[in-house]
């Protein structure tokens, strides 16, 4: 991913770099939002509506909408994009989550390794196919089939849970990790292709 982003870098010249960078920053502020969302939705939901109990399925639910705002919001940021645009926030993802892979590999190797064998070759390779328009039906369909399998796999309502808590009660990164980094650069290579 590094290599693929930095050729990028180095060949392409017309890549509008301050528009690409302003577009990777707007997505990840909407992520910071959603994750100040996730960390207030006691206060939020006694505002808003204090009969509800927030169980782990209700709040699974609420991440797995989160995840498919970040799609919109990128879908809505890159709409009418023209190349050197979609190439510029390809670039940067890229080499954003190579640098972020590589800062993890640090702590968690093995999470680098099972992140990266699934991750690179998708966000590697996925650019080569160059459709005559964005594809958002095939993106949002892709992305809604994906998140009925998050919602019914039990076992990923027991992570979200315990990830969250830990990422607010003992600082675990994992969580954060997901929804601030992984979530936003996905999304925006998703929209670029």
């Known amino acids: 991913m590094l290599?693929?982003?930095a050729s990028m870098w180095l060949t392409n010249t017309n890549l509008e770099a301050a528009q690409g960078?302003?577009?990777?920053t707007l997505v990840h502020t909407f992520a910071i939002g959603t994750r100040w969302i996730l960390s207030n939705l006691d206060l939020l939901k006694s505002y808003t509506f204090p009969e509800v109990e927030i169980t782990p399925d209700i709040f699974l639910h609420i991440v797995i909408v989160c995840a498919a705002l970040q799609l919109i919001v990128c879908a809505f940021c890159l709409k009418r994009a023209e190349e050197p645009l979609t190439h510029a926030v390809y670039c940067f993802?890229?080499?954003?989550?190579?640098?972020?892979?590589?800062?993890?590999?640090?702590?968690?190797?093995s999470l680098v390794i099972f992140i990266g064998a699934f991750s690179a070759p998708l966000v590697?390779?996925?650019?080569?196919?160059?459709?005559?328009?964005?594809?958002?039906?095939?993106?949002?369909?892709?992305?809604a089939i994906v998140a009925v399998i998050g919602v019914?796999?039990?076992?990923?309502?027991v992570h979200v849970n315990k990830y969250f808590y830990e990422a607010e009660v003992y600082g675990n990164f994992l969580f954060d990790f997901i929804h601030l980094i992984c979530v936003p650069v996905v999304c925006s290579i998703l929209c670029t292709i």
């Not at 960078?21 to 990777?24: A, S, V």
């Not at 019914?152 to 309502?157: A, C, E, F, M, W």
Request: hydrophobic letters at 50%.
């Open 124 to 143: 590697t390779f996925l650019f080569k196919f160059k459709p005559s328009r964005k594809p958002y039906l095939f993106v949002f369909l892709i992305s």
């Open 93 to 109: 993802s890229l080499l954003e989550f190579a640098t972020v892979l590589y800062s993890l590999a640090l702590f968690n190797p």
């Open 3 to 5: 290599l693929k982003g």
């Open 152 to 157: 019914y796999y039990t076992k990923l309502i």
């Open 21 to 24: 960078l302003f577009r990777c």
